[in-house]
């Protein structure tokens, strides 16, 4: 029965790891493959038509799997290439940019919205066009902060130093008017308090993690497609780069032992 089979969630790394941790949370019957490309990973400084084409790649990989379903966990990859992906395959497919700007959307009372993110999550416009295909009047301001991913993968606990890096990151929207703050990045919500403490308590900070979680529960419902009958489904998480290191971060970050399994997606077909 496909209602049994996996969702297929990918990210650049190990960021799309939130994504998975509210899925268990929020669909604890639903069976995961992860699949987290670290040995390409970051694609937020590489060129729209690479990080493209590299989605293309994990997604042709993941259809051999056959999930029901899947799921970008990455800002990039989704403002790259989740209109393609979408074209391409039959089963549905959900990104990580219209989850997060509808709680926006849903939260701003004034309408002046801010969206952080990869450089390439922000050239791509992916998130002006999502909000203002909802609400034209809406006033967005975007930024790139490429400096965020690298502090949070460094592992720094000094918060004397994460406080500066956020600070100097976040210097030039201090002064723009928003009462909502898309976190449009994997990486983020895990410094959100220092983000929080540098934009102010004033401003509401969005992450997408939960709602894409909310919205995959609504697709497979609406699809009938919700797992009924699995109880301690069996997950696999695939990465390209180092198994124990990817085994370390993400049994710490989701509490749990996991098993992880190398792929090199040129070896596969
Ligand atoms: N957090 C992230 N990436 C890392 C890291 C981290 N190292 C320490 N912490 N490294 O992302 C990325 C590079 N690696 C990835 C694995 O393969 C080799 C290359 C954020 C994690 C999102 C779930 C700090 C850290 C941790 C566990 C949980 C959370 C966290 F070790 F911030
Ligand atoms: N996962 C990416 C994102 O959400 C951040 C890390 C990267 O640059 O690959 O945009």
Known sequence: MEEQNAIGILDSGVGGLTVVKEVFRQLPREKIIYF??????????????????????????????????????????????????????????????????????????????????????????????TLKQINPNLNITSYACPTLVPLVESGIEDETMIRQVVKEALQPILNQKMDSLILGCTHYPLISQYIQEVVGEQVKLLSSAEETAREVSTILHYQNLLNQTENHPKHLFYTTGDVDHFKQIAEKWLGRTIEVTHIDLSKVK
């Open 36 to 129: 987290g490309d670290t040995a390409r990973c970051p694609y937020g400084p590489r060129p729209a038509e690479e990080v493209k084409k590299f989605t293309l790649e994990i997604v042709d990989f993941l259809l051999t799997q056959n999930v029901k379903m899947i799921v970008i966990a990455c800002n990039t990859a989704t403002a790259a290439a989740l209109n393609e992906v979408k074209k391409k395959v039959k089963i549905p497919v959900v990104g990580v940019i219209r989850p997060g700007s509808l709680a926006a959307i849903k939260h701003t009372r004034t309408g002046e919205i801010g969206v952080i993110g990869t450089e390439g999550t922000i050239q791509s416009g992916a998130y002006e066009k």
